[in-house]
């Protein structure tokens, strides 16, 4: 029944093969000999090309995850961030989402935009509010979104979300533009995805929720999501319709922790073997408050200490996926798990629609709001703690825009290569996030970073193109990349 080829999701994504992974892990938790194999076998090890890590199986992965043995678990935090350091060293890149519509057809339990919903005003964004809502992302710094929709076809099709794309892109405010536009919206067509793709999409990111066939029936009870085979069998879609970067994720607290990784790991491996390349991104949403959604009536969910230890095996397991975490998590439990594995963040964050323009750093309006934010910090607050606790906070976007999707992003991902190419372009953005739109403390101590950080540029051309590249943002010039 299992087959990791299938393009079906059922046989991806197998009940039997999780129930039986389950049970492995279970009688093996404590079994140190193999942990200590698999955590061996997933070690960084120095090839001709560069560092290298060859991940782990669903199987090996959810040993790892069972494991109760403080001394094993410790090891694997280690690991996990000597892994993030060779492939994403102490680089967190931005971004920001932007939601364009709360209109919605479905009645996800658990999502405040369920149609039932009649606490929440319905609201979609015209273009000109669009172009507000970018105008302050870009004030605040921003080169990264991630477009946020409900699903409608009435309101939202896929034109209006093209439509919306399309002036994103168009506008050049100040020094600003958005330089990299992520799409999360609803499981849609092969032709679909290829317009989003011509459209000059980023990632496209649909989270699973869970991959538990008979719990996703349940808390999509009606609608076109309720169809567990079609979103399941999405990313397949996107990918045929030409997206090379797909970003996965499973809304945590909804069904068993154990049950989800193993399947957001099967998820991934298909995905490598079907296409040649695995998710770009993996995020690790967790369900929160919101309007109609009390957190509570979901019984699954998962402490912080499950949360830091989920997030490490992911990173143990699939070594070259960037992870995201977004502000559903406070400051706290961002900072205890960036070490372990994450590589992007969100930041200056609002999950309404319309949420930006026009409101103060202390404004929110929360009437649309698709879930509370915990870290309710500003973008400059969030990029000057990054800073005081060693990270360099990068607004790049050069690999999209170079071409490096899918496997060549992959390729790339290999100590030595990203030293010369992703570690000066996120200084040389963060140098422009300093002299655009920074407060002067966190310029200063971004300058001092910046001064260290240069020098771990190997190449010693291109540490002479980045350090004549940094002089001239400093006199006004903008966009450079490797
Ligand atoms: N409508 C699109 C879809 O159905 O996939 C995606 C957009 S939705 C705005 C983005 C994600 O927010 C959902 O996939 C879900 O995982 C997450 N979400 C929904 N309700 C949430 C809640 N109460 N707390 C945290 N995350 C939530």
Redesign the pocket.
Known sequence: MYDVKSLKAEEFISNEEILETLDYAEKNKHNRQLIEEILEKAAPKKTGRGVECAGLSHREASVLLACDVPELNEKMYSLAREIKEAFYGNRIVMFAPLYLSNY?V?Q?V????HMQNKEIPRKKLTQDEVRNEVVALQDMGHKRLAI????DPVNNPIEYILECINTIYSIKHKNGAIRRVNV???ATTVENYKKLHDAGIGTYI??Q?TYHKESYEKLHPAGP?HNYAYHTEAMDRAMEGGIDDVGL?V?FGLDMYKYEFAGLLMHAEHLEVVHGVGPHTISV????R?SD?D?DVFDNSIDDDTFAKIIACIRIAVPYTGMIIST?ENEECRDRVIGLGISQISGGSRTSVGGYAGYSPEERPHDTE??DVSDQRSLDEVVRWLIDLGYIPSFCTACYREGRTGDRFMSLCKVGQIQNCCHPNALMTLQEFLEDYASPETKVAGEKLIAQEINKVTNPKVLERAVQNLKDIKNGERDFRF
């Open positions: 919605c479905n996800c658990y999502c405040p935009y946020e929709s409900g699903e999360n919206i609803a649909l989270f929720e999501k994720g809304l949403p967790r369900v929160k919101a959604i957190p559903r698709q879930f």
